[in-house]
């Protein structure tokens, strides 16, 4: 059995601002640096043997952080950056909506194969996901691995791992520096902890004590 931790990047001001980030390299915030220092403490008795980060700086940041000072590799990749948001990219949607009125209403819409000019689809998202989780899946399967990425990619590659369908990809949430748990196993994934943030909000869990 091998387990899989995951997280999304601290916050940034982007995120406050509520711009679309995608592919658009956006530094941590203050207070995403602070969220990150509460992740390593969160896994500062965690056992480690490899990380596995987007190489946007918010993520980069986040995984260094969570890091600390451990000897385990980290391996920075383009393949687990957010959703490719072509146009839409540094815009609040009030903003796209008047700009891009025609994409709108399809960029709302629940379309595994909508991309804006520029960007990627969820298909195509959840492919690249899909690659790399398995990649690490299968790389430590007797070992414990963490990955550090953004919210709309990360729930891809989630969805993936369970073996769900890609409509899946709506059902879920993604705080920032929030953790999930998967359990993997030659044949199955299990998930044991979603989107908890508890280190943040200073409550201890049953399953750390």
């Known amino acids: 059995m091998g387990i899989i931790y995951i997280t999304r990047h601290g916050e940034t001001e982007w995120n406050v601002a509520g711009r679309i980030q995608g592919h658009t390299d956006v530094s941590l915030s203050e207070r995403g640096r602070e969220q990150a220092r509460m992740l390593a403490r969160r896994l500062a008795s965690v056992p ?4 596995y980060s987007s190489d946007l ?3 980069s940041e986040t995984a260094r952080v969570a890091v600390g ?21 540094g815009l609040t ?9 025609e994409l709108y209403e399809p960029s709302m ?6 991309a804006p000019p520029g ?13 790399i989780v398995q990649r690490v899946k299968d790389a430590h399967m007797d070992q414990s691995a963490l990955i550090v990425g953004h919210g ?53 869990r049953a399953w750390e004590r």
């Open 48 to 51: 480690i043997d490899a990380v």
């Open 57 to 59: 700086s918010r993520a």
């Open 69 to 89: 000072e451990r000897d385990v590799p980290v391996t920075f990749t383009e393949e687990l950056r957010e959703y490719n948001k072509g146009v839409f990219e």
């Open 93 to 101: 949607e009030a903003e796209y909506r008047d700009k891009y009125p």
């Open 109 to 114: 819409a629940n379309d595994l194969d909508f």
């Open 119 to 131: 960007g990627e689809t969820i298909r195509e998202t959840s492919a690249r996901l899909a690659s």
């Open 152 to 204: 709309g990619s990360l729930r891809a590659g989630i969805v993936s791992l369970l073996g769900l369908p890609l409509e899946a990809n709506w059902k879920f949430a993604m705080s920032n520096c929030s953790l999930t748990v998967i359990y993997t196993y030659p044949d199955n994934a299990v998930m044991h902890l979603y989107n908890d943030t508890s280190h943040i909000s200073g409550v201890v």
